[in-house]
T-cell receptor, first 112, second 113 residues
Framework: KNQVEQSPQSLIILEGKNCTLQ??????????LRWYKQDTGRGPVSLTI?????NTKSNGRYTATLDADTKQSSLHITASQLSDSASYIC???????????FGGGTRLMVKP | DAGVIQSPRHEVTEMGQEVTLRCKPI?????LFWYRQTMMRGLELLIY????????DSGMPEDRFSAKMPNASFSTLKIQPSEPRDSAVYFC???????????FGSGTRLTVV
């Protein structure tokens, strides 16, 4: 079954600290993996996208990794800011590119 | 580019009423997607169009839901009659045929009372 599992479900950290979010998937055939940030009341916004041959990609303080062999990805946030408080969703594209499988998301809260 | 534009942002309606959600995709994007997001089920694909043609509507929950894309710049998702369990945030997304650029709108929060 094509699935994307994320952990933890929720996370609270202090401003300035780092954190790492996890994503495991069983989607096949694999096309690419995206990490989205969704602020409350807004639509998801793409942070990174990685294909099979890429194992790391950065976007500012966000760094995503991908291990296509173990079907695992992580999103590392460095020096967290209050504005990082949001849900982070791991999304795997299956096949030709139009079928997305969404993880349940990790809800991150950054406290001062 | 204004991005994917959805309207209304919020809709509150009474059970049994017809609800129409609207979406304007990014110009030049060939595929358009309708999603529903709830706390319990996360994001679920309802239907997607390619070049205005419905390709996969297997996610449409039941006959009360219908979607149209009369032209490349406009799509609607209609619920008739609406029920309280339809309460959710409905997102529209679009993407071009080549490259990435998968972009979501800001969503319509629907509440059926």
């Amino acid at each position: 079954k094509n699935q994307v599992e994320q952990s933890p479900q929720s996370l609270i950290i202090l401003e300035g600290k780092n954190c790492t979010l996890q994503c495991n998937y069983t989607v096949s055939p694999f096309s690419n993996l995206r990490w989205y940030k969704q602020d409350t009341g807004r639509g998801p916004v793409s942070l990174t996208i990685m294909t099979f041959s890429e194992n790391t990609k950065s976007n500012g303080r966000y760094t995503a990794t991908l291990d296509a062999d173990t079907k695992q990805s992580s999103l590392h946030i460095t020096a967290s800011q209050l504005s990082d408080s949001a849900s982070y969703i791991c999304v795997v594209t299956r096949g030709a590119g139009n079928m997305l499988t969404f993880g349940g998301g990790t809800r991150l809260m950054v406290k001062p | 580019d204004a991005g994917v534009i959805q309207s209304p942002r919020h809709e509150v309606t009474e059970m049994g009423q017809e609800v129409t959600l609207r979406c304007k995709p990014i110009s030049g994007h060939n595929s358009l997607f309708w999603y529903r997001q709830t706390m319990m089920r996360g994001l679920e694909l309802l239907i997607y169009f390619n070049n205005n043609v419905p390709i996969d509507d297997s996610g449409m929950p039941e006959d009360r839901f219908s979607a149209k894309m009369p032209n490349a710049s406009f799509s609607t998702l209609k619920i008739q009659p609406s029920e309280p369990r339809d309460s959710a945030v409905y997102f529209c997304a679009s993407r071009p045929n080549t490259g990435d650029g998968y972009t979501f709108g800001s969503g319509t929060r629907l509440t059926v009372v």
